[in-house]
Structures are given as structure tokens and as C-alpha cells.
């Protein structure tokens, strides 16, 4: 169906989620990420020196440079041979009958890797999509909250996972060519980097920086309501207020279930959780900038999704048996 690991690969991951750990602090602890580090990393992916991150461009090869670096740092593991997976652009185009040849273009997703403590090999996935839109009309779309936030965010709980190992398997993946079509997403999850029936669910983080919308919202859980009760107990104690919603169960709202990566997770059947704020005056706009970011609301909102991913990782074989039974 999907492109395997070999057998040796396998036991190479399985021998690695026997890892120990030591116990992990509550995310409200200081040290479980650095603030300044998820700052520095929007304000780098977001200048106006990157153009915008459009896919296959020298642009995106810098963004890709500064994700990677911070992976290494951080200790992540590679997985298939690096930590760029590249892809056909063209695979996933909607070309009209009788169009010309394809563009000989590529996108490049960035995976990296952390063994869990137990002996299976149920996998939770963490993403993020680092492009942006590019130039339009000279104009450089830089994409603070969209999405170079959503990276920076990945890249915290995944800062926090290296020191205080996970219970589970846990790839981080910083998606390329998602504006326009979700295409590293799709790619992904055509071709995985592991065994496709290890993957149990999706993290997505996308647009977390911005507060006048009135908090961050969990969409996912009218789809897999074994995530609901999770979204429910991290609620009351969050830092920044969480919301259950967008995602089809209420008529009076629209549905993000097909407006980021996590669409692609979906279209399989495994459970996702998506966190973002709602749209503001300069989503997709020229004025997505670093400057109108608001850090306390950003760093809140941050420390709540690392609450996420910790109640993810913890229940995570209880959502592997509610994928399998439904």
C-alpha cells in the first residue's frame, strides 16, 4: 500500500523506544521549552529576506536551513537517510486536459524523530507547514502567523520531548508546499517515512500567534470524539483559552476539517487535533509580520499546546484502539 521500512530499520526504532527517561516537569515549568528560542525562530522564518517561503525557491532552502539546524540542536533523530524528504510538486497538481508538460519542481518536507519508552510502535505525528504564499505584486507575504508560528511551536514541544522523552514515538514534520494544496501533507502520508500503520494520530499546529480572535481552538474532535474529554481536562488549566470547534459540529461555524495538513491525516482515518486561531486583518496578507505578533498571547497559547501534546502522547494507545474499532 504505502512504501515500508526495511525489517533492519524496524528493529533499529524498536530498539530505540526502550529508551529511559527522567520525569517530566508541568508544562507551567520554565525550562520545559525556551520562549526565546520560539520567538527568534518566527521572527527568522518571517523576515523579509525569505520572500515569503514560496516552495523551490533559494528562499525556502534558507527556511529549510534554519529548521533543520534547530532539529539538530534540539537532538532529533533522522529518519530515511536526512532530515529533507523530498517530493514531485507535480504529483499533486491539478492539471487541466491537454495542458502542457509539468514544472520540474520539487517541495522538501523536514522530519525529525524521537524514540518513545514503550515497547510498540504507535507513532504520533506533530506538524506544522513552514511555507508561505511568496511575492505577489512585489509584495513580500511574509507569514509570522502563518505559519512560521505553528513551526516555532512544533519545534518547543519538540524541544521538551528531547529532555523529558515521550511515552510514545513522535515525529515532528515542518510541511512545505501546503498553501495551494496541502501537497507535503499528501505526499507524506502517500509515502511515509515509517510503517503507515505505526501512525495513530496527528498533532497540526497552524496560525498560533495572534490573540485578538479570542483564544486558541481544537478542531477535530466532532470527527474523533475520544479527543474531546482530553481537550476538556486541559481547558480549565490552560494558559490561554482553548476552544472545541470549527471542525463540522456546529452549523454556525465553518470547518477547518479540509483547511490545513491535517486534511491529509484525516482522509486516512487517523484522528487529528488542529490548533490555531481564528482568521484576523492580516491572515494571508502582506501584513502578517512579526511586528503585529503578540508574544504573551503566542508563548500562552505555546504552553498549551505542549499540554496538548503531552495528553496526546499520554493517551495515545487509547486513540489507537478507538481508530481500530472504528
Same mark, same amino acid.
Not at 525562530?41 to 532552502?61: H, K
Not at 509515502?191 to 495513530?200: E, F, G, K, L
Not at 480572535?213 to 481544537?218: D, F
Given at each position: 500500500m504505502k512504501q515500508v521500512l526495511g525489517a533492519a530499520f524496524g528493529l533499529v526504532l524498536a530498539g530505540l523506544a526502550l529508551a529511559g527517561c527522567a520525569s517530566a516537569p508541568a508544562p507551567s515549568d520554565p525550562e520545559s521549552f525556551s %520562549?526565546?528560542? /520560539?520567538?527568534?525562530?518566527?521572527?527568522?522564518?518571517?523576515?523579509?529576506? !525569505?520572500?515569503? %517561503?514560496?516552495? *523551490?525557491? *533559494?528562499?525556502?532552502?534558507?527556511? @529549510?536551513?534554519?529548521i533543520v539546524s534547530r532539529m539538530r540542536a534540539i537532538g532529533l533523530e533522522t529518519v530515511g537517510g536526512g532530515y529533507r524528504h523530498i517530493f514531485d510538486l507535480s504529483d499533486f497538481a491539478n492539471r487541466p486536459e491537454g495542458a502542457g508538460p509539468a514544472e520540474d519542481k520539487t517541495g522538501t518536507n523536514l522530519v525529525g524523530y524521537l524514540p518513545g519508552r514503550s515497547d510498540d510502535m504507535a507513532t504520533l505525528v506533530i506538524t506544522a507547514h513552514?511555507?508561505?504564499?511568496?511575492? %505577489? +505584486?512585489? @509584495?513580500?507575504?511574509?507569514?509570522?502567523?502563518?505559519?512560521?508560528?505553528?513551526?516555532?511551536?512544533?519545534?518547543?514541544?519538540?524541544?521538551?520531548?528531547?529532555?523529558?522523552?515521550? %511515552?510514545?514515538?513522535?515525529?515532528?514534520?515542518? &510541511?512545505?508546499?501546503? +498553501?495551494?494544496? &496541502?501537497?507535503?501533507?499528501?505526499?507524506?502520508?502517500?509515502?511515509?517515512?515509517?510503517? *503507515?500503520?505505526?501512525?495513530?494520530?496527528?498533532?497540526?499546529? *497552524?496560525?498560533?500567534?495572534?490573540? +485578538?480572535?479570542?483564544?486558541?481552538?481544537?478542531?477535530?474532535?466532532?470527527?474523533?470524539? /475520544? !479527543?474531546?474529554?482530553?481537550?476538556?481536562?486541559?481547558?480549565?488549566?490552560a494558559p490561554i483559552g482553548l476552544h472545541m470547534g470549527y471542525d463540522g459540529g456546529d452549523p454556525d461555524q465553518d470547518d477547518w476539517t479540509n483547511q490545513s495538513d491535517h486534511y491529509a491525516f484525516f482522509r486516512e482515518g487517523i484522528p487529528h487535533l488542529y490548533l490555531g486561531v481564528e482568521d484576523h486583518p492580516d491572515y494571508h496578507k502582506p501584513t502578517d509580520d512579526f511586528a503585529n505578533i503578540q508574544p504573551d498571547v503566542f508563548l500562552a497559547a505555546v504552553e498549551t499546546a505542549l499540554m496538548v501534546a503531552i495528553a496526546m502522547d499520554r493517551e495515545l494507545e487509547e486513540i489507537a484502539e478507538y481508530r481500530a474499532v472504528d
Open positions: %520562549r526565546q528560542a /520560539v520567538l527568534d525562530m518566527t521572527r527568522e522564518l518571517s523576515r523579509d529576506s !525569505l520572500f515569503g %517561503r514560496a516552495p *523551490d525557491t *533559494d528562499s525556502s532552502r534558507r527556511a @529549510q536551513e534554519l513552514y511555507d508561505h504564499v511568496g511575492v %505577489r +505584486e512585489g @509584495q513580500i507575504y511574509n507569514g509570522a502567523d502563518d505559519n512560521a508560528s505553528g513551526v516555532a511551536t512544533m519545534l518547543a514541544v519538540a524541544e521538551y520531548f528531547a529532555a523529558h522523552p515521550p %511515552r510514545h514515538n513522535i515525529l515532528f514534520v515542518a &510541511f512545505d508546499a501546503e +498553501e495551494g494544496g &496541502f501537497k507535503g501533507s499528501l505526499a507524506f502520508v502517500k509515502r511515509p517515512p515509517i510503517p *503507515d500503520h505505526w501512525i495513530v494520530a496527528n498533532l497540526n499546529f *497552524d496560525m498560533m500567534s495572534r490573540g +485578538e480572535t479570542g483564544g486558541l481552538w481544537a478542531s477535530g474532535t466532532h470527527h474523533w470524539p /475520544v !479527543l474531546a474529554p482530553l481537550i476538556e481536562k486541559i481547558a480549565p488549566d
